[in-house]
């Protein structure tokens, strides 16, 4: 198959077995596996060297840092495509290959597929929802794949800044030769991948592969920051879109009527955030934030309600 496999991995041992059997079958058949341990203490590192000597795998080491490895291995990727094989998310050979399918008939820089949620067990499914999955709803399965047009892309990009439409990058095969050229923003934290969105949306050739090929594990859970720091990364965020769009406006009529767009729609959001972050403790704002809820249920924002309702334990 046609793709560079990359595996990164942090103190993860006990996950990395499991992870290894459920992709094994296939990684054989890829031109290249590149795993990068950001220096674990749990044996992770001679696990890797253990399992993947057969395959002739080239594992690097590099300090922590979540999009830093990615970009370290991305380097290093010689084949056409690349797959980022997050640890505890799986896809088997025939979703790998429908992805590459799709890829190679499309042309696109990024093949994004909405991928089944499941608990952390890796089976039960979970009713947990992104919006790739309402994009690929908006998709019939039975059309298949589609590229997306310019100005399809940037609103799609620039209307989910709160939840990234790129989901899980184990759901999705990336051209290596663009990621090269655009590697991923480390200064985001963990939404490095939907500021590398933003800022590659006027130029990034994206593809919705609508049908599910792959599972998302939700046994790894980040800490909810507070809405201040949320509202703060809201804005990062939608500068970095707005200066894409804004390098490539001066000669290019469509892309001015885009930046016009996405600065009414950032300034309208921006009210919202506003008001948020100057309610003070969620705890004592319980009132308060569930007619909040209200409102944004009102407005069909389902991934900004659920991550309130974690807040508040709801």
């Keep these: 198959m046609p793709v560079s ?31 990068v341990d950001s220096q674990s203490s749990d044996g992770t590192a001679e696990l890797l060297r253990e399992r993947l000597s057969p395959l002739n795998a080239t594992i690097l080491s590099t300090p922590p840092g979540l999009y830093q490895s990615w970009n370290a291995s991305i380097a290093l990727a010689g084949a056409p495509w690349t797959y980022v094989s997050t640890i505890g998310d799986t896809i088997s050979r025939e979703g790998i290959g429908e992805l590459l399918a799709s890829a190679e008939r499309l042309n696109p ?23 790739i999955h ?110 894409a769009l804004a390098a490539a406006a001066p000669e290019d009529a469509e892309i001015r009527l885009a930046l016009g767009w996405l600065k009414a729609l950032v300034a309208n959001k921006a009210v919202l955030w506003d008001w948020l972050a100057a309610q003070g403790d969620l705890v004592e704002q319980h009132t308060r934030l569930r007619a909040y809820l209200d409102e944004v249920e009102a407005e069909k924002a389902r991934s900004l309600k659920a991550r309130f309702k974690r807040l508040i334990g709801r």
């Design 5 to 35: 496999v990359i595996l990164p991995t942090l103190n993860c041992r006990d996950a990395l077995a499991r992870h290894l059997d459920a992709v094994g079958t296939w990684l054989a058949e890829v031109e290249s596996v590149i795993a």
């Design 109 to 131: 820089d990024v093949v994004v597929s909405p991928p089944r949620m499941v608990q952390e067990d890796g089976c039960t499914p979970a009713a947990v929802r992104w919006p």
């Design 134 to 243: 309402d994009l690929g709803e908006a998709f019939a399965v039975d059309e298949g794949p589609r590229l997306l047009t310019r100005l399809e892309t940037i609103m799609v990009l620039c209307s989910y800044v709160t939840g990234s439409v790129l989901g899980s990058s184990a759901a999705n095969v990336y051209r290596t030769e663009f990621l090269q050229h655009h590697p991923f923003p480390v200064e985001f934290g963990h939404a490095g991948d939907t500021a590398w969105g933003l800022q590659n949306c006027a130029r990034l050739r994206l593809a919705i592969h609508p049908r599910c090929v792959s599972n998302f594990c939700l046994g790894w859970q980040f800490k909810e920051s507070h809405p201040r720091d949320q509202r703060e990364l809201f804005l990062r965020l939608n500068d970095e879109a707005i200066a």
